[in-house]
């Protein structure tokens, strides 16, 4: 007898920079188990003008969310003391991504880049060499992902997708998304035929248990940055 469809949740994870903006889309088992659907790397150069620069990079989110449906999306959470030209085209960036995600009807999650580095690889201070090794090993990748963009917008989205499956057994935790492993009504079918809906709640990983303690951490203290 054959088995059954495993529940996925299929996510989209933006790594947003005018320059350099990842886009991945990463699909997650009951299990917890994440394969890649796709990642790439926009933008323009420095001297395009502001307004270019954001159109293509809403084209390309918005191309992306069309092709492959996702259920979930998540975009860096930008946390900074000064307001610097970087700083701003990040915002700018990531303000785009989300109101193409919003455009179709996507919810999004916000997350930092300690949020999401705690989350798959316990570390909320690891470097994004470290970032990008535990990404290729989880999605069992043959290569690392590059440049960095692509494995930050695949980190994003596997945290997201975990995200989800951790706050289903923190109870009384707060400030998550109860609904991150819930798909949109109608989401497409997952790779192989799986369907997207929510996942059953089960034990946490030793990544996702160091991402709710680090999280909670984090809460504790006044004026908190990535």
């Known amino acids: 007898m054959a088995a059954g469809p495993v529940d996925v949740v299929r996510v989209l994870g933006v790594d947003p920079g005018l320059t350099r903006c990842g886009i991945a889309v990463v699909d997650v088992d009951a299990r917890r188990r994440a394969s890649l659907v796709h990642v790439e790397v926009v933008g323009t150069p420095a001297d395009t003008p502001l307004d270019a620069r954001l159109l293509r990079i809403d084209e390309a989110v918005t191309a992306v969310l069309g092709r492959f449906a996702p259920a979930r999306a998540a975009v860096e959470r930008m946390f900074a003391n000064n307001n610097t030209p970087t700083v701003l085209g990040t915002a700018q960036a990531a303000g785009v991504a989300i109101a193409a995600a919003a455009r179709a009807g996507v919810p999004v999650g916000l997350h930092t880049p300690s949020e999401v580095k705690a989350a798959v690889t316990g570390d909320g201070d690891a470097g994004k060499e470290q970032v990008t090794a535990m990404v290729t090993r989880i999605l069992r990748l043959d290569a690392p992902p590059r440049p960095a963009d692509a494995a930050d917008a695949l980190a994003l989205a596997i945290a997201h997708a975990w995200r989800g499956t951790a706050l289903g057994v923190a109870a009384g935790h707060t ?52």
């Open 175 to 226: 400030g998550l998304d109860t609904a991150s492993l819930t798909s949109r009504t109608g989401a497409s079918r997952g790779a192989g035929g799986t369907r997207v809906r929510r996942a059953p709640t089960t034990a946490l990983t030793p990544a996702q248990q160091a991402w709710l303690a680090a999280e909670r951490s984090a809460s504790a203290r006044p004026g908190r940055r990535a």
